[in-house]
């Protein structure tokens, strides 16, 4: 009796046999899109989709899990309108805050409302489960909103320069999270990429907009808009005509409309639509970072690393003991010391002390992601040279912070002796830290405790108004005041020149008068420090410095 044939399961990922006698060609036992071992699958539209160049993300970013929708595309369009509208690009004002806030409702908006599938699209390919937001996500964005908001509170520039740039690293922290250096580094990159993918994401979001909706009715944008309009330019012409009040208001709250308005208007909103439009992207597909938090670096021998780190501790260790007057000798060492004036002794070895803080930090960084931590004996060495290094190096800090202080009260606090002293008292609350973490030899809370301690800082700079706090400290020192450099701090400083004499004080409110009057404000630009500036000019008697 002749065997049965032989019936196969059917496989939908074994190509078709050929039905003629060719040669069969023995099927790959590889899948399509097989990820190498323990790497979770790649999404097909992350290789072979409009992106070829993301496939290095493929594995931790396949695509967005929802399909955009109408009310999406309208939210962030309506978001980018109000930053063209509100965004001054040349100053600290309160249309960043205001900004910030519209596009915070348009992403809750996006990611709150539903998305109802087209009638006849095909299922959407699920290839893994949503990373759902914790707590800290939320965290963030309130520290991205906060960073702006120093906008409407303090004028000085430099200081919201470093709140904005720090604002794009929480809001990169809200968006893709990421715990290690290189999960927080590859986040950071993400929206960058993202808003150049939400392109055709948005495109197919808008053609909802000329689709039958559940009810039957078509929604124009266009024609509503224009509506809109021209029902406000009307009504509000015929009211500001009938009423002067209302004319006066109207004209401080409408801009003058030009060619260089208009090119603004164009800029700002094209960079919040892309903006806007990779950070819902990413709301809407959150990436998985888990497996670069997780991954740890290629571990070395215990002599490769113990010899080359247990010399730099005896160096730090022999610097500290033989310039131990040095560093804290202070007054009695400058005097001491022929030639020796109080600048060389703070600045001579300030920076240098301040650039070993900073490669201390990196060498440690370094030393925990390399060296084996498999045995007592590994997990030992590692809490003695690290913490020893670590221990060394906040004498340092210690040390370059006295320089930096006693610098300051002979020759008086300057924006940047203010910002790098303020730098040098993060790396020694970074390398207290690092000691806490040597406990328990687990430190995956250290690189967001460590950034969110830098933003706290930031802001509680931003709230002691730091060019107020020099121009007090200035001021109180018995040398004489330079007014020329009081003259060049923003209008924060006002209030805190009330220790100068009248004549000095009238001259250097004269000094910060010239660019308020040069630069008035609007509503877009209004600021809580040039407006107590401008109150505070307007009560002092007139003078000159001549």
């Not at 059917?10 to 039905?19: E, I, L, S």
């Not at 509506?227 to 003058?256: E, K, N």
């Not at 990196?362 to 590692?382: F, H, K, M, N, S």
Request: charge should be positive; glycine fraction near 8%.
């Amino acid at each position: 009796m002749d065997n049965p044939p032989r019936v196969e399961a059917y496989d939908p990922r074994r190509p078709a046999r050929p039905t003629g006698p060719a040669t069969l060609v023995p099927p790959d036992p590889t899948p399509p899109n097989a990820a190498p071992p323990n790497r979770p699958p790649v999404h097909p539209s992350a290789i072979h989709g409009p992106w070829p160049s993301l496939a290095p993300w493929a594995r931790y970013w396949p695509d967005a899990g929802r399909p955009a929708g109408a009310v999406t595309v309208v939210a962030i369009v309506a978001a980018a309108s109000v930053a063209a509208l509100s965004l001054p690009l040349d100053r600290a004002g309160a249309g960043w805050p205001i900004t910030a806030l519209a596009a915070t409702a348009a992403l809750i908006v996006a990611r709150a409302v539903p998305v109802r599938p087209l009638p006849g699209a095909p299922a959407p390919l699920v290839v893994r489960p949503p990373v759902r937001a914790g707590w800290d996500r939320y965290a963030w964005g309130a520290a991205t909103v906060a960073l702006l908001a120093v906008g409407a509170v303090r004028s000085a520039g430099w200081l919201f320069l470093l709140c904005l740039a720090t604002a794009t690293l929480t809001g990169a922290l809200a968006l893709t999270g990421g715990r290690s250096l290189r999960g927080i580094a590859v986040g950071y990159t993400m929206p960058v990429v993202a808003a150049f993918r939400s392109v055709p994401w948005l495109r197919q979001g808008a053609t909802r907009l000329r689709r039958p909706s559940g009810t039957g009715a078509n929604v124009r944008v266009a024609t509503t808009i224009a509506v809109s309009i021209a029902l406000l330019a009307v009504f509000g012409a015929l009211f500001a005509s009938a009423d002067a009040a209302f004319a006066d208001a109207l004209s401080r709250l409408t801009p003058s409309i030009g060619v260089p308005t208009t090119v603004r208007w164009i800029f700002v909103f094209g960079v919040a639509l892309l903006t806007l439009g990779g950070a819902a992207f990413l709301r809407a597909g959150p990436p998985d970072l888990s497996p670069l938090d997780a991954t740890e670096g290629r571990k070395v021998n215990r002599f490769e690393w113990a010899v080359p780190l247990g010399l730099l501790v005896l160096l730090f260790a022999c610097f500290v003991a033989v310039q131990l007057t040095v560093l804290f000798g202070g007054n009695r060492h400058v005097l001491r010391t022929e030639g020796l004036t109080y600048a060389a002794y703070a600045r001579g070895g300030f920076w240098q002390l301040a650039f070993v803080t900073g490669l201390t930090l990196v060498v440690l960084a370094g030393t925990v992601r390399w060296a084996p931590r498999a045995t007592p004996a590994d997990r030992l060495l590692i809490r003695v040279i690290l913490g020893a290094l670590a221990a060394l190096t906040l004498v340092i800090v210690g040390s370059a912070l006295f320089r930096m202080n006693l610098y300051a009260d002979t020759y008086g606090l300057t924006r940047l002796r203010l910002l790098v002293a303020c730098c040098e008292g993060w790396f020694g609350l970074v390398l207290l830290l690092v000691l806490a973490a040597g406990v328990r030899m687990r430190a995956r809370w250290l690189p967001r405790v460590a950034i969110a301690a830098g933003v706290l800082a930031l802001l509680g700079l931003a709230a002691a108004n730091p060019d107020r706090l020099i121009a007090e400290h200035n001021i109180k020192q018995s040398r004489t005041v330079d007014l020329a450099y009081l003259g060049t701090l923003s209008p924060d400083a006002a209030p805190g020149l009330d220790g100068l004499d009248p004549a000095r004080r009238a001259c250097v409110l004269g000094r910060m008068s010239i660019p308020l009057r040069l630069h008035p404000d609007d509503w877009r630009g209004w600021n809580l420090g040039r407006e107590r500036a401008r109150e505070i000019i307007a009560e002092s008697p007139r003078g000159n410095c001549y």
